[in-house]
């Protein structure tokens, strides 16, 4: 079996703050603190993204209600569960 790759800083850290046994409130608000900076970090990069691109807040808010996904289907030829069959 190959070596795991050793773990990142990030992981460490977590690791160090797991081993504490928080009260439910507290672990909520870590929970929620590490949501937000993700969600803050994925916005500022979708807004670089938009701004590279000269993409304007109308042509953002089309896409979030553009539906692009592709049709899926399982090896059988059935429609995936959820899809409707032609």
Same mark, same amino acid.
């Given at each position: 079996?190959? @070596?795991?790759?050793? /773990?990142?800083?990030?992981? !460490?850290? /977590?690791?160090?703050? =797991? @081993?504490?046994?928080?009260?439910? +409130?507290?672990?909520?608000?870590?929970? !929620?603190?590490? &949501? !937000?900076? =993700? &969600?803050?970090?994925?916005?500022? $990069? =979708?807004?670089?993204? @938009?701004?590279?691109?000269? /993409?304007? #807040?109308?042509?953002?808010?089309?896409? &979030?209600?553009?539906? !692009?996904? @592709?049709?899926?289907?399982? $090896? +059988?030829?059935?429609?995936? #569960? $959820?899809?409707? $069959?032609?």
């Amino acid at each position: 079996m190959p @070596a795991a790759p050793p /773990l990142t800083n990030l992981q !460490r850290e /977590l690791l160090d703050l =797991f @081993a504490l046994d928080l009260p439910e +409130d507290e672990l909520r608000e870590v929970k !929620r603190l590490l &949501a !937000r900076h =993700f &969600a803050e970090k994925a916005t500022a $990069g =979708f807004d670089a993204f @938009a701004d590279e691109h000269g /993409l304007s #807040p109308e042509d953002t808010d089309r896409w &979030a209600y553009e539906h !692009r996904r @592709a049709s899926t289907s399982y $090896g +059988d030829g059935a429609p995936a #569960p $959820g899809e409707h $069959g032609s």
